[in-house]
């Protein structure tokens, strides 16, 4: 019987909060989201989802393949309150080294009317020591209970020259602590971070990080995490710089740079990568791709422009063996995640799977 709170919390009002969130700047709104996040007002769903939707991928446990995407909680003050959203998972971050502002504001923009968001923080962050406390503070809070894997995705400080040393010093500090690490190498809004995926670079990248990953006691694993924005020759390139890399899975993708013609033009000229709706059909096309280039010998994450259960089970279909989400939060509210896990549960008994991972990369074959 569920409590009166626990069914108002649940109750679908979001249509209502969004009209008073959507008068307040972005930012402010995202900060609110997560004030109120943390006084617990957040809805608590037990993630007692249809166990079709278990999955185990490098050797983790997930009680459903919708994650959180990187951005939202990017200085880990929610992991147990998105978690209670429904999520699967949760990546963290992108954190920083040494802690640094950002980008000047106004740097986040939601574009209404094609459901998409713009923006250019540039990696603001706590830095490595303040994060990795709030993170010990979560283990310790959860310890002895089963709780959805919990991914730290790390990023470079603006000012450094050599990336790669921010990179190692993140692998080292959170190795104990993750449950996966992400390299993020595909962010748009910090100078010359994209050319990390360049052949050579990435080569070179990959190699410190997983030589610093065979020095830490416990290794998690380590997914890249790469743009929506490549040609087919960066495609091959990444693809066989992955493989041969050793590092367990990637992420397609962050952001775009492109402007579709659906964003209009005065939103169209903020700098910075464009989310939400208008990424979800480019940055699925790079995930197939990827998936056959890859030839599912690593687990692939499709992040981009998920909105619906028919959008997750697109990018499964396509070669994803887990998903993420942020943008159709600021659209539909966190009750998204359970519509998204209840549908695709009917999908994939509708196709006759038995179980979350038969499907993947079936739309491929
Ligand atoms: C406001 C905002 C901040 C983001 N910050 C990060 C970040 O720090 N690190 C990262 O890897 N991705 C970041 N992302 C990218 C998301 O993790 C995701 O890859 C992208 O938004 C596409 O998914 P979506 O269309 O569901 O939002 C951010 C996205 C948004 C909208």
């Known amino acids: ?34 004030t109120l996040l943390k006084k617990g007002l957040g809805p608590n769903i037990n993630n007692d989802f249809d166990p079709i939707l278990r999955t185990t991928v490098c050797s983790l446990d997930f009680p459903n393949p919708v994650g959180l995407a990187a951005g939202f909680d990017k200085n880990a003050e929610v992991i147990g309150d998105v978690l209670n959203m429904g999520f699967g998972f949760v990546e963290i971050g992108s954190i920083t080294p040494l802690p640094q502002p950002g980008n000047p504001q106004p740097r986040l923009f939601r574009v209404p009317t094609a459901e998409a968001v713009i923006n250019r923080f540039g990696f603001n962050s706590d830095g490595i020591d303040i994060c990795l406390r709030r993170i010990i503070a979560y283990r310790d809070a959860t310890i002895g209970t089963k709780q959805a894997p919990v991914g730290l995705n790390v990023g470079k400080n603006k000012d450094t020259a050599e990336a790669a040393d921010d990179y190692v010093k993140g692998i080292k500090a959170f190795a104990l602590h993750a449950d996966y690490i992400t390299v993020n190498v595909s962010s748009p809004n910090t100078p010359g971070l994209r050319d990390l995926q360049g052949r050579e670079q990435l080569a070179n990248l990959l190699k410190q990080v997983m030589e610093a990953r065979a020095t830490t006691d416990k290794k998690p694993p380590v997914f890249v995490k790469v743009a929506p924005d490549q040609t087919e ?7 066989e710089v992955v493989l041969a890399s050793g590092v367990q899975g990637m992420i397609i993708g962050n952001t775009t740079v492109t402007r579709p013609s659906s964003i209009p033009t005065d939103l169209a000229k903020e700098a910075g990568g464009l989310s939400g709706k208008p990424l979800f059909a480019m940055s699925t096309e790079v995930l197939a791709s990827l998936y056959k280039k890859t030839g599912g010998k690593i687990p692939l994450i499709g992040c981009g422009g998920i909105f619906s259960a028919e959008d997750a089970y697109a990018k499964i279909r396509a070669g994803a063996s887990l998903v993420q989400l942020y943008s159709a939060l600021v659209y539909e509210g966190p009750g998204l995640v359970v519509r998204i896990n209840q549908g695709l549960t009917e999908l994939l008994k509708r196709d006759g799977f038995k179980t979350m991972s038969e499907a993947v990369g079936t739309g491929n074959k």
């Open 1 to 34: 019987m569920p409590s009166p709170l626990n069914f108002l919390r649940n109750l679908n009002i979001y249509p209502l909060i969004r009209s008073l969130l959507f008068q307040l700047d972005a930012e402010a709104a995202h900060h609110l989201a997560l």
């Open 233 to 239: 020759q960066q495609q091959d390139d990444i693809a």
